[in-house]
């Protein structure tokens, strides 16, 4: 799994998520955060290529970032609880975290995030 860690930026290098998990086949994208008891606010999930997700069977509210393919923010939905259902239509990359992360954080419509391996950012 660790291949599959990353750390999400903005392009001014701001953290994001600092544990981020990359589901980017299909079982981890069918898997999400299901089974899991909650997030912390450095820990999220970045689905691709995805324009919806469900918070089915969670047991805890997430914030969702959509993201269009160049990982510009499309759509932001904070506390998203769960047996909920939300898209974009032009999204092709989820953000998922902690419920309040995205507010807390201005996330906005138009702003660029950056997607970073982490084994670059611990060479950095």
């Not at 820990?43 to 993201?67: E, S």
Request: hydrophobic share 50%; proline share 5%; with cysteine.
């Amino acid at each position: 799994m660790a291949s599959h860690a990353i750390s999400v930026e903005r392009e001014q290098g701001e953290v994001v998520c600092g544990h981020c998990l990359l589901a980017d086949n299909p079982w981890m994208r069918l898997r999400g955060l299901l089974g899991r008891g909650g997030l912390s606010p450095d820990q999220g999930l970045m689905l691709r290529p995805v324009n919806a997700i469900h918070t089915f069977f969670m047991r805890f509210a997430i914030d969702v970032v959509f993201l269009d393919r160049d990982y510009v923010v499309v759509k932001v939905v904070n506390d998203v609880r769960p047996w909920r259902f939300c898209a974009a239509r032009s999204a092709k990359v989820v953000l998922e975290l902690a419920a309040g992360v995205a507010a807390g954080l201005q996330l906005s419509v138009g702003e660029r995030l950056v997607p970073v391996p982490q084994w670059q950012r611990e060479s950095a």
